[in-house]
């Protein structure tokens, strides 16, 4: 089993940043990838982007934030993160860390709300 836990949303104005936190433990050999998905209400839970969890490889970004949202990882602190800038309405949803094998996700963090102002 892997335990994800999100962290770093909340309330910001258009055009503001926020960074996301998620910090995996447990069996983190049974994942390769790790990602950002997001659910905003009365819509599908989407991929935001993903990062491979080992060495290497190459990050991916939905086009809708691509330019604007960074992932990237600490392997040593066993945390992986989004940077995200230029924040508009559309941005806003609750982000869900996860966790993927052989791209087939498994494990869900909880959640965090990102809410971003006109």
């Known amino acids: 089993q892997v335990q994800l836990v999100e962290s770093g949303g909340g309330l910001v104005q258009a055009g503001g940043s926020l960074r996301l936190s998620c910090a995996a433990s447990?069996?983190?050999?049974?994942?390769?990838?790790m990602g950002w998905y997001r659910q905003a209400p009365g819509k599908q839970r989407e991929l935001v982007a993903t990062?491979?969890?080992?060495?290497?490889?190459?990050?991916q970004y939905a086009d809708s934030v691509k330019g604007r949202f960074t992932i990237c990882r600490d392997n040593g602190k066993n945390t992986v993160y989004l940077q995200m800038n230029s924040l508009n309405p559309e941005d806003t949803a609750v982000y869900y860390c996860?966790?993927?094998?052989?791209?087939?996700?498994?494990?869900w963090g909880q959640g965090t709300q990102v809410t971003v102002s006109s």
């Open positions: 996860n966790g993927a094998l052989f791209r087939v996700p498994k494990y």
């Open positions: 447990g069996s983190l050999s049974t994942i390769d990838t």
């Open positions: 990062i491979p969890w080992g060495w290497g490889g190459s990050t």
